[in-house]
């Protein structure tokens, strides 16, 4: 190795160092033979092998064959040992030197400075000590097996690193000697590991402990070089192999873990994330150990935009740092924001890597204008598209941060059967230290109160053989009352009836609905869908009737107070106007039959309507904050209906 150690002086290296190697590897190894078969032919053999030296009465055998004297061979031995020494002395001063040169250890600066005549003076001073220290211990047999285990392990890293280098076929590795083969590299590692254990395995096990620690503090500590890092290649190679052969398509309801798309605004001056809530919630579903992808769309042109790009991505960077999420980050620029949102939907991840889950936030400046809930409706209805599930936090600002600890109750109102991902999003929220002290309670919903305590008991079969610790609570609610959920139901009867068949229930306890027991016929609903909106003064009005209600009386007629201002503004009340007004009147009393056994709770789960066809946005956000009016850290979730849990492990 001393050609390597001595690269820096040599005028071409990669034409020196194989062939001044060779020609010491052939020289020595002639000289020993010669050595063997000389003293094999000039001694007798019985001689030869009193390992005691007896017969030659204490005396060296190879200096009774010295001419013209025996201290020649003593003088010798001194002058190659010696000579050794001096060699590893010039040696390891430079080694070390290069090492501090390439910047892998910063602790190692100081070493980096050498004299005009380029010689490394304090590189030299500090082996000087390193060597006194070792001589002073004057028994030196002692440490000679250490000293030969981190000599292997050099020999090792060598052949490991050239085995690496050629598994992975790195482009930037092309080894101008003709007959390499990462084989002899194989083998020489493979010998080094042999030799180290069989001199002594404790001083292997020592030196392969010291190895390890010292790549570690390099890859933490050390600056990336142009040389690249091994194990990162060897990373690359096995995510690329993954990837590769992860298949595309539905994952199987065992393996199905939320793989997350959180979509996040930063503020209009690049310095932080509005409501870093959302990321903070995010944070706290890595129990399901799944794909973490935070992104943003800025408004403008690529080109005109770099510099904002790079800053936004360095503050989300730093804000998953501090979340310690560990993810990626996407900046997208599109000239229309809804158009990047879809590209962001479509395209997020790689190959089957890819997000099953959207999460953002519920725009609370929807009022102002159009714009803020077209754009939300039409996320929505891409996320739906693209098959993926939806989380909408509402009121953002009251969800806690990754420090605090909440202690109360987390309430699941199970109105449409979504595949379960309101309950697994749920179990793995309480897997949180943040929300681990809060009780999981689950209403579900009934249409007949004689079928309350069959229903009762299925979701507590169901929610016992998910393994999950939650009380179960039954609502009753009529046809009229969730409405809005029904052409979604019909849509998933499908999955409806594989959970029942899980249950094992019987045909007359199937007849009952565990979800919402909602009959097929909603031809009533999806009549009215077809509607026109019309007149926001009214749905305005509405909401302030509901929210200004300070009496509290529930079987106020809200229909009546619209048709009233209708009449005061002399707006002719259309078949329009009366469904929305029967809609809001709905979610009211949905709203109702919540706060009755929510009111307290420190966090609920609601099912996301679906927003219906065009022209619908402004009366889909008034009919949803009316559903929520009055609760306290609102997730509402838009499920694929596809099952995501399942009571087989």
């Known amino acids: 190795m001393q050609g390597s150690n001595r690269s820096g002086n040599l005028r071409d290296a990669s034409r020196s160092i194989p062939v001044g190697t060779l020609a010491a590897q052939i020289i020595t190894s002639i000289a020993y033979l010669l050595g063997v078969l000389c003293f094999g032919a000039s001694m007798n053999g019985m001689f030869l092998r009193d390992k005691f030296g007896a017969g030659a009465y204490g005396r060296l055998a190879a200096a009774e064959l010295a001419v013209p004297h025996p201290m020649v061979i003593v003088i010798g031995s001194f002058i190659a040992s010696a000579g050794a020494g001096m060699q590893c002395l010039t040696g390891a001063p430079r080694l070390l030197q290069a090492i501090a040169l390439d910047g892998v250890i910063p602790m190692l600066h100081y070493f980096q400075k050498s004299t005009k005549r380029g010689e490394p003076l304090r590189a030299i001073f500090v082996s000087i000590a390193i060597c006194e220290l070792f001589i002073l211990i004057a028994f030196l047999e002692s440490i000679t097996a250490l000293i030969s285990q981190f000599f292997l392990m050099c020999y090792l890293s060598v052949n490991a690193a050239c085995v690496l280098q050629s598994v992975l076929k790195a482009p930037s590795w092309r080894p101008r000697f003709r007959f390499y083969h990462w084989s002899l590299s194989m083998f020489g590692a493979a010998l080094c590991v042999a030799v180290m254990f069989m001199s002594h395995w404790i001083f292997a096990c020592v030196a392969i402990i010291i190895g390890m620690i010292a790549y570690k503090y390099i890859e933490y500590r050390g600056a990336e070089k142009e040389w690249g890092d091994g194990i990162r290649g060897l990373r690359l190679a096995a995510a690329s192999y993954a990837l590769t052969n992860l298949e595309e398509g539905p994952v199987h309801t065992k393996n199905w873990r939320p793989q997350l798309l959180v979509l996040c605004t930063v503020s209009s001056d690049r310095t932080s994330i509005e409501n870093e809530q959302i990321v903070a919630f995010a944070s706290q579903l890595k129990a399901g150990k799944g794909l973490t992808v935070l992104a943003s769309v800025l408004n403008g042109k690529f080109l005109n935009m770099l510099a904002e790009v790079a ?80 989380v909408v936090i509402k ?23 979504d595949g379960g991902i309101m309950i697994l999003l749920a179990f793995l929220l309480r897997q949180n230290r943040v929300w681990r002290n809060t009780k999981l309670r689950i209403f579900t919903v009934c249409q007949s109160e004689e079928d309350l305590d069959k229903v009762r008991e299925s979701m507590k079969t169901f929610i016992y053989h998910l393994r999950m610790d939650a009380t179960v609570d039954v609502v009753c609610l009529t046809k009229y009352d969730i409405s809005e959920y029904a052409h979604e139901l019909t849509l998933k009867r499908e999955q409806r009836q594989k959970m029942l068949d899980q249950l094992g229930l019987t045909d007359r306890q199937k007849d009952i609905d565990v979800d919402n027991a909602i009959s097929n016929s909603t031809s009533g609903v999806q009549s009215g869908a077809e509607l026109p909106v019309q007149n926001r003064t009214n749905l305005l009005a509405l909401d302030n009737l509901f929210k200004n209600d300070k009496t509290n009386e529930r079987n106020e007629a809200v229909s009546n107070a619209a048709a009233e201002q209708c009449e005061e503004e002399k707006l002719p009340i259309t078949s329009a106007q009366t469904y929305n007004i029967r809609c809001l009147q709905r979610a009211k009393k949905l709203n109702e039959a919540i706060q009755s056994r929510s009111r307290e709770s420190d966090l609920i789960f609601l099912n996301l309507p679906d927003p219906g066809r065009n022209g619908y946005e402004k009366f889909y956000m008034e009919y949803i904050e009316v559903m929520t009016t009055g609760l306290n850290r609102v997730v509402l979730i838009k499920g694929t209906g596809s099952e995501v849990v399942t009571i087989f492990s």
């Open 395 to 417: 009121d953002v600002q009251q969800f806690p941060s990754n420090k605090e600890k909440i202690v109360g109750c987390m309430d699941v109102w199970w109105i449409l059967h």
């Open 311 to 390: 800053a936004t991505k360095m503050i989300m960077k730093e804000v998953c740092r501090r979340m310690k999420i560990r993810g990626f980050c996407e900046v997208l620029v599109a000239g229309d924001v809804t158009e990047g949102m879809s590209a962001l939907v479509q395209t997020s991840g790689l190959g089957g890597l890819k997000h099953n889950t959207v999460i953002m936030s519920w725009p609370q400046k929807w009022r102002n204008g159009n714009f803020e809930a077209v754009k939300f409706v039409e996320t929505i209805r891409l996320t739906t598209a693209a098959k993926s599930a939806l």
